[in-house]
T-cell receptor, first 119, second 112 residues
Framework: GAVVSQHPSWVICKSGTSVKIECRSLDFQATTMFWYRQFPKQSLMLMATSNEGSKATYEQGVEKDKFLINHASLTLSTLTVTSAHPEDSSFYIC???????????????FGSGTRLTVV | SQKIEQNSEALNIQEGKTATLTCNYTNYSPAYLQWYRQDPGRGPVFLLLIRENEKEKRKERLKVTFDTTLKQSLFHITASQPADSATYLCAPLSGGYNKLIFGAGTRLAVHP
């Protein structure tokens, strides 16, 4: 089945530094990938839609200059949290669909998530 | 605005019983509705998808119903096991619109 690999699985960084999270589709090409954030005991909140070869589409309230998304190839999307602060500490998860034609008609595959702690 | 509602309180049931989880949505006309399972510290895992023209879908011990009139989907786990304990998320999708938005999820705890 489809596999989405996400790295790192956890990271601790100092306040003010930047952190990059990678999301790779291992056995399929993903024109579109999605980035989510999840705070403890809350549901996943969609942050942005990452489109290969073009700019990401951000959800309302998500700072595009803070959360930089790059989708340079059909198998790799990256999320960079710039100038991280403790309130950015969260669980970040990416996902992708194998189907570009009708993604809603098939399940999405999620990465295993990245636990970011900013100290 | 679009809204997805799931039982926010945990559902506790005895092993062997049937668990029923509810997903209600408003201001949506979904062509599909997907159900996922999420374990703590992990990404969601796709379980089942049901289309708007399907009333019911089954997969092993799982059953999903979809009532577009009531704007509701029910997710059943029969002969539940402690290993079924997890949070279950629903996500309605409109046709051709590939953004996946989740409900808050319902935490299921199956006790031996």
């Amino acid at each position: 089945g489809a596999v989405v690999s996400q790295h790192p699985s956890w990271v601790i960084c100092k306040s003010g530094t930047s952190v990059k999270i990678e999301c790779r589709s291992l056995d399929f090409q993903a024109t579109t990938m999605f980035w989510y954030r999840q705070f403890p005991k809350q549901s996943l909140m969609l942050m942005a839609t990452s489109n290969e070869g073009s700019k990401a589409t951000y959800e309302q309230g998500v700072e595009k200059d803070k959360f930089l998304i790059n989708h340079a190839s059909l198998t790799l999307s990256t999320l960079t949290v710039t100038s991280a602060h403790p309130e950015d500490s969260s669980f970040y998860i990416c996902s992708a669909s194998q189907s570009a034609m009708s993604p809603g008609a098939e399940g999405y595959t999620f990465g295993s998530g990245t636990r970011l702690t900013v100290v | 605005s679009q809204k997805i509602e799931q039982n926010s309180e945990a559902l506790n049931i005895q092993e062997g019983k049937t668990a029923t989880l509810t997903c209600n949505y408003t201001n949506y006309s979904p062509a599909y509705l997907q159900w996922y399972r999420q374990d703590p510290g992990r990404g969601p895992v796709f379980l089942l998808l049901i289309r708007e023209n399907e009333k019911e879908k089954r997969k092993e011990r799982l059953k999903v119903t979809f009532d577009t009139t009531l704007k509701q989907s029910l997710f059943h786990i029969t002969a539940s096991q402690p290993a079924d304990s997890a949070t279950y998320l629903c996500a309605p999708l409109s046709g051709g619109y590939n953004k996946l938005i989740f409900g808050a999820g319902t935490r299921l705890a199956v006790h031996p």
